[in-house]
């Protein structure tokens, strides 16, 4: 009874996920923020991939993929400016609605005080809106109202970033949706005359290090639709000489969440989050898992040098 009666007053309670969300948000640092590729001129090529699952137990909840290459063209001399180049994958399925989006991307890095650099980043691309079409979803008004059996290709999709940073704080900013307002092209439509609004992504971080190989990083990010409530989260990682991360965090007063990371290969960065439901949410749906791979190759390094690299891993350099 407690399941059906939660569900009648979903709706009322909620408000709609438009765009991703990761509680890794650190180390997946690319997907919130353009610019925050190549913020390391010692690895020049990062990959990142990992998935969210929302809601396990439900057997429908909402599901993110993503996968990122991105290359950083290191200058020979001067390193006052530096570009990096890459390309973004990612996939977002909530119930009937599929998402996915490819987009390219690019930063340009300065120098612009003795303490701080600045970058300008942005990704751009197409994204595919579609419908699944299974047996338990053909009494969905938005599949009956769809004329669109391909899905529907929206370009371009702008999404622009900045971040400010030096080797013990970060600051980013970035928008999404800027340029993709509704869900159809020409005559195709996805369900009704549904409007993608634009979000804003604000986060920031800092590192405190300790005696015996401790660092402390406390970081927080702002998101959500202009003119609404935001979400809001807070978490503090606790890293050890650069080879494992313990943290926790909290999403608004509704997700408590336990995150651990460790150096696994030499140069690959594993992480794992776990979000437990502490509102109404528990009832039916009290768990989401998402996990992150982070690889970061190497070339010709010297033994003495790639130990240097390691410590400064791109993924743990939050």
């Known amino acids: ?180 307002p509704k869900i159809k092209r020409a005559s195709k439509q996805i369900g009704g005359p549904s409007v993608l609004t634009p979000h804003m992504y604000f986060s920031a971080g800092r590192k405190i290090y300790y005696d015996r190989g401790f660092c402390f990083i406390p970081s927080m990010q702002v998101h959500g639709a202009f003119g609404k409530l935001p979400s809001i989260e807070g978490n503090l990682m606790i890293n050890y000489r650069s080879f494992i991360s313990v943290g926790a965090g909290m999403r608004n007063i509704d997700f408590a969440i336990f995150m651990l990371q460790a150096r696994v290969f030499t140069n690959a960065v594993f992480g794992i989050a776990f979000d437990y439901s502490i509102n109404r949410y528990n009832t039916v749906a009290p768990r989401t898992l998402e996990f992150m791979i982070g690889w970061t190759p190497y070339f010709d390094f010297k033994e003495t040098d790639m130990k240097r690299h390691v410590s400064a891993c791109p993924q743990f350099d939050y």
Not at 80 to 85: G, I, V
Not at 116 to 142: E, H, K, M, T, W
């Open 1 to 180: 009874m407690k399941r059906i009666l939660f569900f009648i007053l979903l709706p009322f309670i909620t408000k709609a996920q438009q765009t991703t969300q990761f509680s890794q948000y650190t180390l997946n640092k690319i997907g919130n923020n353009p610019a925050a590729a190549g913020v390391s001129l010692k690895t020049p090529i990062e990959f990142i991939m990992g998935q969210r699952t929302q809601w396990l137990g439900t057997g429908n909840g909402p599901k993110t993929a993503f996968l990122g290459i991105n290359y950083t063209r290191i200058p020979k001399r001067s390193y006052k400016r530096w570009h990096n180049f890459g390309v973004y994958f990612e996939q977002d399925n909530a119930g009937a609605i599929n998402s996915t989006s490819i987009f390219l991307s690019y930063a340009v890095h300065r120098r612009f005080t003795s303490k701080f650099n600045a970058s300008v980043g942005i990704f751009g691309g197409v994204r595919n809106y579609n419908v699944g079409l299974n047996s338990s979803q053909l009494s969905d008004p938005v599949v009956q109202k769809t004329n669109a059996q391909n899905g529907v290709w929206l370009m371009p999709d702008v999404y622009p970033g900045i971040r400010v940073y030096n080797r013990k704080s970060f600051y980013d900013l970035s928008v999404r949706q800027v340029s993709t």
